[in-house]
């Protein structure tokens, strides 16, 4: 059976293309989840693309990847920096978990400099804009 992959986008990714293109570019959330659906079948896997602006329920859609997915790519936006629900939720998933973050966060604030998740995640993508993504597919094809 063709293994599912859940990427999910935290808060304000929903903006994306519109939200401050500079740091994150012009492209849109939309536009991305279509890169990444063109490129699933070559890679023998299939793909639940997912935003959500609540902490809450970025747990939910984390404990839901449990039951349905192989893999999860996520991108926790500003919660990367702030919550031990979103380590706690993603501790409890099993399979490979790549994060990603399409600037840079060692280049910027300080306060974005630390991540919960990348005590959890296998591998981190930060600062290859929107194709961190794509980048994470590919190589989260690989570990599933
Ligand atoms: C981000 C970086 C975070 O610091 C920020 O809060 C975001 C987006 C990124 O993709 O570069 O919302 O995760």
Redesign the pocket.
Known sequence: MTKLITVLN????NLLGQREPE??GSKTLADVASEMEALAPELGVKLLFLQTNSEGTLVDMIHEARQTSAGIII????Y??TSVAIFDAINTFDGPVIE????N?HK?EAF?HHSFVSARAEGVI?GCGTHGYSLALRHIATLV
Do not use: D, E, F, Q
Request: positive net charge; glycine residues 4%; hydrophobic residues 35%.
């Open positions: 935290g808060p304000n990714l740091k994150y991108n926790p936006a500003a990367s920096h990603v973050h399409i600037s966060i910027r974005r930060a």
